[in-house]
C-alpha cells in the first residue's frame, strides 16, 4: 500500500494539547525558574539507532501549540531509515517551549517510530511471497489513528479502523448467531451494503462454509501451515485470505508461503520498543 | 512504596468515553447485525501467560460505560500473579455491550499488565540491595497516571507525576543557566518552598557541586558502576541519590549494588510488551 | 434492510445535554417563577397527522436528563404508523423539567419523524420493483446518525455513514485524477482492503470503463431512463448498481424499474416536513 | 428589523469543527487516495434555483478550518437574490480540504439558504400590512442561531432566543397556575425586571383578562380571523400582538390584515426544502 | 423578588467537575496515603459568623461527584441566617471523598454566602424606601448564575444576566451612534421586540431624552442625590430608573429615597469577604 | 520570591472562551444593534485608584479572541504600582469586540489586581522579619493558577498548588490516622519521594512529636504569638515553619516577629476588594 499522506494535524490538535497539559500540568517549574522567558535556542533531534522514522510532524506540532512561532529544517521525513548520529530535524524556538514539550513530542515520535521500524521488519520477512503485513485493533486508546499510520510507514496495510467500518465476525458472534451460514446471512441481510464482511475459522469446514456463503473475507485463525495452504488454494481469488494469530518472526515466512492475501499481527502495536531518538539543545 | 489505591475513575470516565468512541465510531455494525438488542451473556476475563495483573477496575469501568447494569465477580485483583487457564473476573450483562467494549477493555488491562509485569522482574532483579525502582515521563500520552500506577502495581515506585510537582535540572538547562551552582541557586530562589529539587549529573565532579549546593536529588546518568559508587559513598544521607542511562536486566543488579537509593528506568513504560489476556464469552 | 436498533444513547447524550443548553441557557424563567420546583405532572405525546414515528428514545432521553426519575409508558414504539389523536408514550416527572425540555424533546421527535414518514412514501412507491431506497450524505451537520436512523426506521437503506468508511469517486475527483481508469486504479491501490469502492458515471461509456475496471458499485448520476436500463442490464451481478440525481415522487418508479438495486436520494433528509406532534400536559 | 450583522465565527467554530470530525471521521479516504496533498484547485459556489443567499460565511469557514490558508472572492452575499448558474463566490486553496469539507459547507448554505427563501416568501405575502413575520423556537437543535440569523436574512423577525430571555406563558404554565391573572402576577413578581412576559391565548375573554393585566405581549393562538382582528382593535398600543397556529401561505395575508403586529411560524425552520446550491471545481 | 429556586444542577455539574479536578489534579496525596479506601465518616458543614448561607445545594453536588452514595441531612436552607456554632447540614461517605472535596465545597459555599450576606446588609439598609438592590455583571467569570442567584438569595434582584438578554445602552455606544436619540432609534429598530432597551444617562438634559425616546429603563450613573430625585420625580411610571455608580454602604439610603425603582452596587460581586464556614469531620 | 513569568496563555484560552460566552451567549445585542461591524476604535485601561496591576496579557487576550486582529501598546507592565489617572495600556481593534469583551476583561483585571495589591500591603506589612506571605488553597474555582500568580505579583510566595504536588497532614487526618507519629510514617512510606510533607499542629506537644518525625514542614496553627515563637526557636533550620489562622493586618506583624519563614493568609484570595480600573473608549 502506498502511504496515504500523514493524519491531518486538524484531527490531531486537541490531543496533542491534552498530552501537553497532562506533562505541563499546573507549569513547568524547572524551565519557568531556570529559562529567561525571551531565551531562544536551537535544537535538534537525534537518531540514536537503527529503524524507519515515523511522527515527525506530530511532534513538531506538539511543539509548535507551545510556540506559535517555531521554526524547523527537516532533514529525514517519516518514512526515512535512521542510524546512530542521524540529525533528523533543526528546530529554532522559545527555549522554555522546546524543553517543556520536550517529553511529550518524544513520546509520540519514539513509540511511533518503534513502530514504523517493527512492521518493516516484518514487511522485509515475507518479501516477494505476495503476501502483505496487517494491523489490528490492538493499538493504545486515543492513539490508534497515529499507531496505524505508524504502520503504513513501516510498509504495513491497515485492517479496518474500528468496529464501525467493516464486518468481522468472531467466534463469539459465531457461536451466539448458530453458526456461520447464519452469522454471514444476517450480516449480508442487516448490514449497509458498503460494508465487506469479514468471518474468522479455524478450520477447513468453517472455511469452506464461510466460502459457500461469499464472505468477502475470510480469517484464518491459528490454524496449522498444512492446513492453512489448502485453504488458500481453495479460497485464492474468491475471497480475501488472512492468516492470524500465533505469528512471530520465526514463523511469519512459512505462513506468508501459503499463498494467504494477509497476515495480521497485533503485536505491531501492542508490543513495541520505542526508538531512541532525542532532543538536543545546542549550545548558542 | 505501599501500594496506594488505584487511579479514581472519578479522572478517567471521560478518557474511557473518548477510547470507546474511537472504535465503536458510527456504531458497532457487527454486533448490531448478529446480536439481539436484548441478548445478555456472561463472558470471563482469561489469562494467557504468566504475569502481574493490573488494570481490571478500568476494564470492567469501560465496559460497564456500555451497560451500566453489568455485573461482575472479581477472582484476581490488580497486583495478583497470573499463570495460564487463570479466571480473573466473570462479568454478565448485555452481550452487545461485551463485545463492543472488549477490545478497548483489553488494550487497556493488557498493557497496564505489561508494565506491572515488567517493573516485578526489575524489582527482583534488585531484590536485597536497598534499591527501588523509579519509573520516568516517558509514558503514552494520555495515560500517564494509570502507566504509573501499573508501576506501582508491579512494586516499583513512582518519580515526579509531571513537569509540576518537581524541579529536575537536566543538562540542557544547566548549560542554558551558566552552571550547576547558578540552576541550583536559581531553582531555590525562584521555585515555591514545597517542591522538591532534583540535578542530573554525570561526574563526580558535578555530583560534589551538586552535594555542595544542597540538591535534595541527584540523578547519577550515564555513569560507570565504580564511579557511581564512590558518589553514593559520598553523597549517602545527604542527597537522595538515583541511577539512571542505559540500565538493563543484565547491568541492574551492579548498579543497584552502588548504593544509590533509586534505579530509574524509561522502558518499564515505553517498551512494554503487552501481557497476553483475553475475553471469552461463556456458553449460555 | 431490517432495522438494526436505534442508535445507542451514549453516542448522544452530551449533544442531548448541549441541545438543552441551547435552548435554556441561563435558565427557562418562565417555569422557574410560574412552576414550583416540587410539581410533579404527566403528560402525553400525541400524534397530530399521519406518518411514521422515529426517535422517541432519543425525545425521552433528552427529558430524562433534565429529571433523572422521569418515568415513562410507551404506546407506540419507533417505525410505528401515527394517525391524529394517537397516544405515543406517558410520561411523569418534574413539572418544570418536561415543560423547560418539552421543546428539544419535540424538535428531535418531529424531524425524525419527518424523516421517517418521507423514506416510507418513497419506499411505497418502489415496492415490487426490487430498487431499495438509499439517503445520502445531505443530512443536518451534528445529527448524522440520528437522521440515518430515521431513514431506516422509514424502511430505508443506509449509503456510506461519511468519508471514512467507503470510497466514493465523484465527478471532481476523476477530473483531478485523469479519467476513471486511474482513478479507481490509484483507489484500489491506496485504500485500505476493506474498503468497497464505488463510482459516479454519467454516460454509458463511462459506465463502461467503471466496470471493466470491476468497480464494487457505480452511481448513475443524473442519467435518461433508458440508458439507465441499459447500464443496468449489462452491470447486473458485476457491481452495485445506484440511479441518483433529480429523482422525485413522480419519476422513482421509472427510475426503479430500470432494475438498478438501489435509488438515492438526498432530499429524504435536506428537505423535510416536520412531523406534527404535540406533548401536552394532563389535568391533574 | 434591519440585518444585525452575521453570527460571530467566534460561536460556531467549534460546531463547525464537530460537523467536520462527523463527516470525516478517520480520513476521507477518497480524496486521501486520489487527491495529492499538495494539490491546489479554485472551486465555485454555484446556484441552481432562485432563492436567497444565506450561511456564506459559515460554509467558508468550515472549509478554512480544514485549509487556513484558504482564498476566496464573494461575488454574492448573504441576502442576495440568487438565480440558477449565479456564481455565488470562488475559493482557491488545498484541493483535499476543498472536497473534503464540500459537504458540511453545503448541508450549511443550503439549509439556511432554504430558511432566508422560505421567510422572503412570506414576507412578500404580508407587504403593507404592517404584520412582520416572526420565527419560534423550532429550530434544529444545535444551530438555532444560525437558523434565526437566516429568518432575519429573509426578512423575518426573531422571537426570543431561548427559554431565557423572555417569559412565554402557555397553555400549560397558565392551568398550573390556576388562571391567566395569577400567571402574570407571578411571572411580574418573580422574573427580573429587564424581561417581557408574553402570554398565550385563545379567546377574546382570556385576551381581555391578559391585557387587564398587562402583559407587554399576547399571543392570539389558532383564533378565527374575526375574533383576532376585534382582539388586535382592542389591543393596539397597549401590547405587542402576535398571531399563531395554523398559519400557511393561503390564509396568512387574511391574518396579517387582522391588525396583528406580528405573525409567527413555525415552518419557517421545521419544514424547510434545502436551495439548490453546487460547489464545483474549476478545470485547472 | 422571591426566590426562584436554586440553579439547576443540570448547569453545573461540569464546572464543579473542572473544579475538582482544578484541585485534586493527579490526586490527592494526603489522603490517599494515610485514609484508607473504604474509610467512611461524617462530617459537618459548621458555621463561624453571622450571615445569610448560600451554595449549599453546589456544596453537597461537588462531594458527590467524588462519592455517588453521599448521604446528607440539611439543617439550615440557602436564605436562612447563619450565627457561629450552627450546624449547616451533616454527611456521611468516603472519608477520602469527603476530604478531597472539602476545599472545593467551601470554596463555593464561602463565597455565595459572602454575596448573599452582603445583599442583606444593602436590602436592610433600603428597607421601607420602596427601591431594591440590584446586582450588576461584574461577577467572577464561570460563575456569574451563581453569584447571581446569591444575589437573589440574599433578598437582592438581578439585572440582565448578561450581554444577549437586554440592551443596555452606555456612555461608549453613544458617543459611537451620535447621541442618545440615535442610539435608542437604532436600538428599537434593530433588536427583536422581546428586549427591554436601557439606556445610562448622566444629566438632566440627557435623562429628558432618554425619556421622551421612551427608554425601558434609565439608568442615572454617578449623579448627585438632588438631580437624581427630580429626575425620579419626573421620571416615575414612565421608565424604570436606577441608581448606579459610587454608591456604598453610607450613601445608599440617600439615594434610595430620591424614588428610584433600583439601585445597582458591582460590590455585591466585586468586593466580597467569603463567609467563615467550615467542614468538620466528627470522630467516630 | 522573584516572579516566575504569568501563567502561559496555553493554559488560559479555553477559559477566557467560555467566560466570554458566559456574558456574550446568543450575542452583544446591544453592539450588533448601534455599532458597525466595520467600526475600529482606539481604548485605554485607565487606572482609578492606588494598586498593583496584574492579570493584563489575560485581559489582552480576551479581548483578542473577540478580535484577532487587535493591536496594542503596554505603558504599566503586572507587577507595576498604579495610581488615578494612569493609562495601563492603549488597544486599538474592533469596536464592537472591544464593548463585547470589555466586561470579562475587567472582571479578570480588576481582581487580579485586587489581590496583588492586598498581598503587597500584607508584604510590607511584615517586611524585615524574614518571613514571607504565603497563599492557601483558598482560591476561586477555575481560578487558581491565575490568583497565584497574583499572590506572586504582589510579592508574595505560593504554598502547594493542589492537593496533588504535596502533602498537608491536618487535623482531620491525624485523628483519622491515629496521632502525628503514625500519619508522618504513612506518609514517608507511602507518598513518591519528590514529594514534601507538611503537617498542622496546634499545641507545642505537636510541634515536638513532628519534629522529631522529621516533617519537612509544620503548620503552626491558631498558636498564641509566644508559644509560637517558641517553637519557632526550637525548630530553627529543622524544618519550613508556617504561621496560620486568624492573622490580620493588626496581629500580622507579631506574628511575623516569631521567626517563622512564612505567614499564611486565606484572606488574599478569597475577601479580595477588586481594584478600580475602567475601559475607556478614546474619541475618533
Known sequence: MKKMGTVPIFHLRKRLFEALK???GSGDI???ALISER???SAIFLAKENGILCGLPFALEALRLLDPNLQWEIQRFDGASLEPGVTIARITGSTRAILSGERVALNILCRLSG??????KFVKLVQGTGAKILDTRKTTPLWRDLEKYAVRTGGGTNHRMG???MVL?????IRACGGIREALRKARERVRPGVKVEIEVTTSLQFQEALKEQADWIMLDNMPVEEMSRCAKAGKGKAILEASGGINEKNIRAVAETGVDFVSLGALTH????LDISLELEEN
Open 39 to 41: 531565551s531562544v535556542s
Open 30 to 32: 524547572t524551565s519557568e
Open 163 to 165: 468496529l464501525y467500518d
Open 271 to 274: 508490543s513495541v520498543k520505542a
Open 115 to 120: 513502530i514504523a521500524t517493527l512492521t518493516a
Open 169 to 173: 465476525v468472531k467466534d463469539n458472534h
Open 22 to 24: 497532562e506533562d505541563i
